[in-house]
């Protein structure tokens, strides 16, 4: 059997109808019509003899087969954008001055801005890590270009990344200690992840104990894995010794966004938000 070449158009038209929700924003988002994108669409379903979207009167929705691929169309787009930019777009030149929420995927984050400064190599990349309103902060002061950070509830400044779910973490079979409020690790006052964890152990009725407070996420992370407390991080960026922690409320989602561009840097956002998704997704 002869394995078909994909084509990186029919992928991105695939990839854009499956991120915006339907072939009208798709078809939009592309400078195309509907009837094309759906062609397009079609010829890549013939050459996969896959189904990638169920199609009803109202709604398209990735197949699972779909939800594979675009995984992987997700990866195949950013290399191929990262080759292009590197080959033939004029080189980009200058300061590009990053603020990183210490909540950012610290797992990923290395990698991620490794590949991103290999793509611009004549670009100089300044990174901050730190809080996420304080970041932004700076950000709207001008002393930062672009931040990686958090929205707030019912907010939308930024330009949404991805969804992280936010999560109780301790070490494999913590327990709290019987008949004591329940000892939790927090960044400090202002950080949405700790108004929101107190805020949902209150409404439950639980009593709870901030008996360790660190600027630093690392700092919270550390007395979490040495078993002093509980404490909340994003599902996708839990470091080694921490697991999920069954029993206390939940906590719902956090949106992870781009803050920033006012001064022109929409050729260094594209890229970054591809590699970010590609991580995520590869991760």
């Given at each position: ?5 994909l ?12 991120e ?6 798709g ?34 929705a ?119 409020p ?7 006052q ?56 069954p ?37």
């Amino acid at each position: 059997m002869r394995i078909p070449d994909l084509d990186l158009d029919l992928l991105r038209c695939f990839v854009q109808v499956a991120e915006r929700g339907g072939f009208t924003a798709g078809a939009a988002a592309l400078g195309l019509t509907q009837s094309a994108v759906s062609l397009k669409v079609k010829r890549l379903e013939e050459l996969l003899q896959k189904r990638v979207f169920e199609r009803t009167s109202r709604s398209v929705a990735l197949t699972r087969e779909g939800e594979t691929l675009l995984a992987y169309a997700r990866r195949m787009l950013a290399l191929n954008d990262e080759a292009v930019r590197r080959l033939v777009a004029p080189p980009v030149r200058g300061r590009l001055r990053l603020g990183v929420a210490d909540h950012f995927v610290p797992r990923n984050l290395a990698p991620i801005l490794a590949r991103f400064a290999r793509s611009f190599p004549e670009l100089r990349l300044e990174i901050e890590v730190g809080r996420s309103h304080e970041l932004r902060a700076e950000q709207e002061r001008g002393a930062l270009d672009l931040v990686l950070g958090k929205r707030r509830d019912g907010e939308t400044e930024g330009r949404p990344i991805w969804t992280e779910t936010i999560v109780w973490v301790a070490p494999p079979g913590w327990e709290a200690p019987a008949g004591r409020p329940l000892p939790v690790a927090m960044l400090p006052q202002g950080c949405m992840f700790r108004d929101r964890a107190l805020a949902a152990l209150a409404r439950a009725g639980m009593g709870f104990e901030v008996v360790y407070t660190s600027a630093s996420l690392l700092g919270v992370a550390a007395a979490a894995q040495a078993g002093l407390a509980a404490t909340v991080l994003g599902r996708s960026g839990l470091p080694a010794g921490l697991v999920e922690h069954p029993g206390l409320p939940p906590l719902g989602v956090a949106e992870m966004a781009v803050f920033g561009d006012a001064t022109g840097q929409t050729q260094l956002v594209e890229p970054l938000i591809e590699l970010i998704r590609d991580s995520i997704a590869g991760g």
